[in-house]
Protein backbone atom coordinates (compact mmCIF):
# COMPACT_ATOMS: atom_id res chain seq x y z
CA UNK A 1 0.00 0.00 0.00
CA UNK A 2 2.81 2.30 0.80
CA UNK A 3 4.15 1.77 -2.45
CA UNK A 4 0.74 2.83 -4.17
CA UNK A 5 0.97 5.99 -2.23
CA UNK A 6 4.23 7.20 -2.86
CA UNK A 7 3.62 6.35 -6.81
CA UNK A 8 0.81 8.30 -6.96
CA UNK A 9 2.73 10.69 -5.15
CA UNK A 10 5.51 11.02 -7.43
CA UNK A 11 2.88 11.18 -10.36
CA UNK A 12 1.12 14.06 -9.30
CA UNK A 13 4.35 15.89 -8.38
CA UNK A 14 5.47 15.45 -12.07
CA UNK A 15 1.73 16.27 -13.36
CA UNK A 16 1.87 19.55 -11.68
CA UNK A 17 5.35 20.26 -12.50
CA UNK A 18 5.56 22.86 -14.91
CA UNK A 19 9.43 22.06 -15.66
CA UNK A 20 7.96 18.54 -16.33
CA UNK A 21 5.70 19.65 -18.98
CA UNK A 22 8.19 21.84 -20.66
CA UNK A 23 10.04 20.64 -23.70
CA UNK A 24 12.87 22.12 -26.40
CA UNK A 25 11.44 23.52 -29.21
CA UNK A 26 12.98 24.78 -31.92
CA UNK A 27 11.74 27.51 -34.80
CA UNK A 28 13.27 28.99 -37.47
CA UNK A 29 13.05 33.21 -38.05
CA UNK A 30 12.91 34.88 -41.01
CA UNK A 31 15.19 37.94 -40.11
CA UNK A 32 14.81 41.26 -41.80
CA UNK A 33 17.83 44.19 -42.04
CA UNK A 34 20.44 42.16 -41.88
CA UNK A 35 22.95 43.72 -44.05
CA UNK A 36 26.41 43.43 -43.24
CA UNK A 37 28.48 40.84 -41.94
CA UNK A 38 28.69 42.09 -38.13
CA UNK A 39 24.11 41.89 -37.98
CA UNK A 40 24.49 38.13 -37.37
CA UNK A 41 26.72 38.65 -34.33
CA UNK A 42 24.47 41.04 -32.95
CA UNK A 43 20.76 39.12 -33.77
CA UNK A 44 22.43 36.23 -32.12
CA UNK A 45 23.41 38.05 -29.07
CA UNK A 46 20.21 39.36 -29.10
CA UNK A 47 18.15 35.61 -28.72
CA UNK A 48 20.94 34.49 -26.43
CA UNK A 49 19.68 37.02 -23.69
CA UNK A 50 15.93 35.98 -23.62
CA UNK A 51 15.87 33.37 -20.94
CA UNK A 52 14.92 29.83 -21.95
CA UNK A 53 16.88 30.20 -25.36
CA UNK A 54 19.52 27.44 -25.36
CA UNK A 55 20.88 27.59 -28.54
CA UNK A 56 20.99 30.12 -31.82
CA UNK A 57 22.33 30.17 -35.09
CA UNK A 58 22.52 32.65 -37.23
CA UNK A 59 22.32 32.53 -41.29
CA UNK A 60 23.45 35.89 -43.09
CA UNK A 61 23.13 34.45 -46.57
CA UNK A 62 19.25 33.08 -45.48
CA UNK A 63 18.53 36.18 -43.49
CA UNK A 64 16.93 33.52 -40.68
CA UNK A 65 17.78 32.83 -37.20
CA UNK A 66 17.02 28.97 -35.75
CA UNK A 67 16.24 29.18 -32.67
CA UNK A 68 16.11 26.12 -29.64
CA UNK A 69 14.19 26.94 -26.49
CA UNK A 70 12.52 25.34 -23.44
CA UNK A 71 8.50 26.62 -24.44
CA UNK A 72 8.28 27.03 -20.23
CA UNK A 73 10.49 29.77 -20.61
CA UNK A 74 10.25 31.28 -23.95
CA UNK A 75 7.79 32.32 -26.67
CA UNK A 76 7.84 33.05 -30.41
CA UNK A 77 6.90 36.62 -28.87
CA UNK A 78 9.47 37.25 -26.78
CA UNK A 79 12.09 36.23 -29.33
CA UNK A 80 10.86 38.31 -32.19
CA UNK A 81 10.66 41.15 -29.72
CA UNK A 82 14.07 41.05 -28.82
CA UNK A 83 15.30 40.85 -32.54
CA UNK A 84 12.96 43.93 -33.06
CA UNK A 85 14.62 45.24 -30.22
CA UNK A 86 17.72 45.36 -31.46
CA UNK A 87 16.85 46.46 -34.95
CA UNK A 88 16.40 42.98 -36.85
CA UNK A 89 12.44 42.67 -37.08
CA UNK A 90 11.75 38.67 -37.18
CA UNK A 91 8.92 37.00 -38.04
CA UNK A 92 8.28 32.54 -38.05
CA UNK A 93 9.36 31.56 -41.29
CA UNK A 94 6.65 29.79 -43.39
Do not use: H, W
Amino acid sequence: MNKILALAACAAAIIASPAAMAADKTITLAVNNMDCAACPSIVKGSLEAVPGVAKVAVSFKDRTATVIYDDAKADVNQLTSATTKAGYPSAPKS
